[in-house]
């Protein structure tokens, strides 16, 4: 995984969110799809996960009412 976040950055995360526990996490999947296409830089074929934005939009809107 590569992430734009500092040490210190991921450090404060942590820290922000070590009480959290399994009963105060909401799952929520995001829809979409499973695709895959030829990436002519590396010459291969890659997988990539295509958005649903309307399904987005509903989790997100339903998610708000948590």
Known sequence: MDTNLSDAQIL???TDFKAVTQDN???FQL???DITAHDPLVGAD???YEPEIAG???VV???VQY
């Open 12 to 14: 404060a995360l942590a």
């Open 25 to 27: 996490v909401e799952y």
């Open 31 to 33: 829809p979409g799809l």
């Open 46 to 48: 890659v997988d990539y």
């Open 56 to 58: 987005i939009k509903r």
């Open 61 to 63: 809107l339903n998610a």
